[in-house]
């Protein structure tokens, strides 16, 4: 897989291409000057998947309302649904099928709304390229890291711009914005609200999960285990390179949060 040149190409093709930003992508790039940058790059639509991540929080909560007897693990990491399903399978009954990722969510609605026009998801994970070619090849995703977009930036000598006009053609100022944190998707949905005190699992960190997910097999009280594979959340992720400290990134992702606007 070299997702770089396909972008390079089908920039020069000039393809229809929408962007689908990542909620971790404020700690990387300012706003709006990266929305500035994407339309210079060829970008026709601009997408925040905090957008999708909306959606996802819509499905899991219907999924515990129907079945309110089960538990789940969620699902929007590749990472850790790769590892269960590989490495712990007999875990596997507990994760959240059905429930979109936000990236997956995102791509519906560009599809839906843009007809014609290719997702690009730009974001800190690496295993959401795989998540894009094994799990839903259908939606024709192209996922590139921050640190990939800033290759091809530099290839077509995109230089930092800003259009005080510019901003997302489809945004999201609720909680979701702040998904890339740990327990993003818990706190966002309300569900630290609805659920009793000990029946939420928040954690993140490869050191962290084995031992979560097997404390969440044998403990019926946790009814939801809200897992991340990268520290901190995605805001860890290896598409990010930052001298910004973990609770830099954090700040980062609650001052855009903060704007109250697209």
């Given at each position: 897989?070299n997702?770089?040149?396909?972008?390079?190409?089908?920039?020069?093709?000039?393809?229809?291409?929408?962007?689908?930003?990542?909620?971790?992508?404020?700690?990387?790039?300012?706003?709006?000057?990266?929305?500035?940058?994407?339309?210079?790059?060829?970008?026709s639509?601009?997408?925040?998947?905090?957008?999708?991540?909306?959606?996802?929080?819509?499905?899991?909560?219907?999924?515990?309302?129907?079945?309110?007897?089960?538990?789940?693990?969620?699902?929007?990491?590749?990472?850790?649904?790769?590892?269960?399903r590989?490495?712990?399978?007999?875990?596997?009954?507990?994760l959240?099928?059905?429930?979109?990722?936000?990236?997956?969510?995102?791509?519906?609605?560009?599809?839906?709304?843009?007809?014609?026009?290719?997702?690009?998801?730009?974001?800190?994970?690496?295993?959401?390229?795989?998540?894009?070619?094994?799990?839903?090849?259908?939606?024709?995703?192209?996922?590139?890291?921050?640190?990939?977009?800033?290759q091809?930036?530099?290839?077509?000598?995109?230089?930092?711009?800003?259009?005080?006009?510019?901003?997302?053609d489809?945004?999201?100022?609720?909680?979701?914005?702040?998904?890339?944190?740990?327990?993003?998707?818990?706190?966002?949905?309300?569900?630290?609200?609805?659920?009793?005190?000990?029946?939420?699992?928040?954690?993140?960190?490869?050191?962290?999960?084995?031992?979560?997910?097997?404390?969440?097999?044998?403990?019926?009280?946790?009814?939801?285990?809200?897992?991340?594979?990268?520290?901190?959340?995605?805001?860890?992720?290896?598409?990010?390179?930052?001298?910004?400290?973990?609770?830099?990134r954090?700040?980062?992702?609650?001052?855009?949060?903060?704007?109250?606007?697209?």
């Amino acid at each position: 897989m070299n997702e770089v040149n396909t972008l390079i190409e089908l920039i020069n093709k000039k393809e229809k291409l929408a962007a689908m930003m990542a909620p971790s992508f404020p700690i990387v790039f300012s706003y709006p000057t990266i929305i500035t940058m994407l339309k210079k790059l060829g970008f026709s639509y601009t997408v925040e998947v905090a957008v999708g991540a909306k959606k996802t929080n819509e499905q899991l909560l219907r999924l515990l309302k129907e079945n309110p007897d089960a538990r789940y693990i969620t699902s929007p990491c590749p990472t850790v649904v790769r590892m269960i399903r590989k490495q712990m399978p007999q875990y596997e009954k507990y994760l959240s099928h059905g429930v979109d990722s936000p990236m997956m969510a995102t791509a519906k609605i560009v599809i839906e709304k843009y007809p014609g026009y290719k997702p690009v998801f730009i974001g800190p994970c690496i295993v959401k390229k795989l998540e894009a070619i094994e799990d839903v090849p259908d939606l024709n995703i192209l996922v590139i890291t921050y640190t990939e977009l800033k290759q091809i930036l530099g290839h077509f000598n995109i230089s930092e711009e800003t259009n005080p006009d510019d901003k997302f053609d489809i945004s999201e100022t609720g909680l979701t914005r702040m998904y890339a944190l740990d327990g993003g998707l818990s706190h966002s949905s309300g569900l630290t609200d609805q659920m009793q005190e000990g029946e939420i699992k928040i954690v993140s960190g490869t050191q962290n999960n084995i031992q979560a997910i097997k404390e969440f097999d044998t403990n019926p009280k946790i009814r939801l285990l809200d897992i991340l594979n990268c520290p901190g959340g995605c805001i860890g992720g290896p598409g990010i390179i930052s001298s910004l400290t973990p609770e830099g990134r954090k700040t980062k992702i609650l001052e855009f949060f903060q704007r109250k606007s697209s």
